[in-house]
């Protein structure tokens, strides 16, 4: 069975202080490495697909890394702005398989 | 914004009643997907429509049922509301092609009393 698993489950930093969140992943098929940014009570935001291992895409200050077992969303010099949850999912054929998500608070 | 609309924003209801929600996809986008999310399960697949057929169904209960019109929007009816259907569900759409990025709606908050 596909499983999606993210960590840390909470994460609090202070501006500036860089870190990473991990999505490790066991899927028959991986068909895309997604993460996304949630903010309280609105939808889901797309952030970065990744497709193989080795692949790496940057954004501001999220960077996307992906091997053949995990994904890593590096955050380098965090502001404020950045708290959110960032979800991660695996593409499965139709339907993406999402973890329950990392909740980032950044703190001035 | 993501250009998926949803439509309502909230909805409070009792239970055993049924309640139906709409959204609009992107501009060109034939894909539509249902998910639902409550603070203990995380964001679950229910369904996908392809061009108005079914595509895909995931954890979708007997008691839910969807469908996609020839203007591609779609509409997810809930019937016989418990008070374990009460979470947000989110409408998405995507392009042509397996896993294309999703592109998610504002969601509707439902509160089943």
């Known amino acids: 069975e596909d499983q999606v698993t993210q960590s840390p489950e909470a994460l609090r930093l202070q501006e500036g202080e860089s870190s990473s969140l991990n999505c490790s992943y066991t899927v028959s098929g991986l068909r895309g490495l997604f993460w996304y940014r949630q903010d309280p009570g609105k939808g889901p935001e797309f952030l970065f697909t990744?497709?193989?291992a080795g692949e790496e895409k940057e954004k501001e200050r999220l960077k996307a890394t992906l091997t053949k077992k995990e994904s890593f969303l590096h955050i380098t010099a965090p502001k404020p702005e950045d708290s959110a949850t960032y979800l991660c999912?695996?593409?499965?054929?139709?339907?993406?398989?999402f973890g329950k998500g990392t909740s980032l608070l950044v703190t001035p | 914004d993501s250009g998926v609309t949803q439509t309502p924003k909230h909805l409070i209801t009792a239970t055993g009643q049924r309640v139906t929600l709409r959204c609009s996809p992107r501009?060109?986008?034939?894909?539509v997907y249902w998910y639902q999310q409550s603070l203990d399960q995380g964001l679950q697949f229910l369904i996908q429509y392809y061009n108005g057929e079914e595509r895909a169904k995931g954890n979708i209960l007997e008691r839910f049922s969807a469908q996609q019109f020839p203007d591609l929007h779609s509409e997810l009816n809930l019937s016989s509301l418990e008070l374990g259907d009460s979470a947000l569900y989110f409408c998405?759409?995507?392009?042509?092609?397996?896993?294309?990025?999703?592109?998610f709606g504002p969601g509707t908050r439902l509160t089943v009393l």
């Open positions: 990744l497709y193989s």
């Open positions: 999912a695996v593409g499965t054929g139709y339907a993406l398989n």
């Open positions: 501009s060109g986008d034939l894909s």
């Open positions: 998405a759409s995507s392009g042509q092609g397996l896993n294309n990025e999703q592109f």
